[in-house]
């Protein structure tokens, strides 16, 4: 069961947009140079546009920073001012790949029932749809807990062209309720090559999940696919620079809850070569 937030912090008339809107992480560089600050903004909107969103400590269950060369995936905190944006600062120690991950806690909302009818077939959540068809809550408020797990893939560059050992890291597992995981580099995706990437859900493979990939120079261009039985889905991105791959998925709530559905949203963003 997610965690819940104090009912004073819960958003009330804004949540049921928030919902349905994407949200990511957004570096101030996908190439940012060795020791120099990186700013880190949590971005909620659509299309690859939106409004920052201010640092909130009491939202945050994980914000870290993990390199390639990390012993063990170490990991190491993402610091900032609450109220403040950006909403983390961090400044790389060390040339290579760096993956960093948001996790929050969850938020509970209630939308009215068109526009929760509405949310569930644009986000591709048939299984939530069906459940509600059965039980005969069509027409019942959709009462929900949602969270979100974001995570950013960036390459920190040192003064000479990096080692294989330095380049690993991109198919880390963070280990969040629900993962987007690239299984070759999309840092360093050849032109015409394809992106396989895997959903995860509580560590496991996520099948039928609706993943899109959106690249931030034409969002119309966005392909959407469902994950087969291994939770595997292939993207062939057309254009360079930075993407974003998003996907979202909702369970039941266990019958005592005061909310009927659980959702988590993932989504990674990355910096695709010029093609």
């Known amino acids: 069961m997610l965690r819940r937030m104090p009912a004073v912090l819960m958003f009330l008339a804004t949540a049921p947009i928030a919902a349905a809107h994407d949200f990511w992480l957004e570096p101030s560089s996908f190439r940012p140079p060795l020791g120099q600050k990186l700013e880190l903004e949590l971005i909620v909107g659509e299309r690859f546009s939106g409004d920052r969103v201010l640092r909130d400590g009491t939202r945050i269950l994980s914000f ?74 069509n027409a019942s408020k959709g009462r929900e807990v949602y969270a979100r ?5 960036l390459v920190v560059q040192g003064p ?45 493979p996520l099948a039928n999940a609706l993943v899109g990939c959106m690249p931030k120079q034409d969002p119309t261009q966005e392909v959407r696919l469902r994950t087969d039985a291994e939770g595997r889905v292939r993207f062939a991105p057309k254009l360079g620079g930075a993407h974003l791959l998003r996907a979202v998925h909702m369970v039941r709530a266990p019958e005592r809850a005061d909310h009927d559905w659980e959702s988590q949203w993932a989504s990674l963003t990355f910096e695709a070569p010029a093609r």
Do not use: H, M
């Open 64 to 137: 870290v920073a993990t390199g390639a060369t990390a012993e063990k995936g170490a990991q190491e905190k993402i610091l900032g001012f609450d109220g403040k944006t950006p909403a983390g600062i961090f400044r790389p120690k060390a040339p290579g790949l760096l993956l960093v991950g948001y996790q929050s806690n969850g938020t509970a909302i209630e939308i009215e029932a068109p526009k929760f009818e509405s949310y569930l077939r644009e986000e591709g959540l048939d299984g939530a749809a069906a459940e509600r068809q059965r039980r005969g809550e």
């Open 149 to 153: 797990c974001a995570k950013s893939l």
């Open 160 to 204: 000479s062209p990096l080692t294989s050992e330095q380049w690993a890291g991109w198919d880390r597992v963070l280990g969040f309720p629900i993962e987007i995981v690239p299984e070759q580099n999309p840092c360093t995706l050849p032109k015409d090559a394809e992106l396989p990437v895997r959903v995860l859900f509580q560590g496991k």
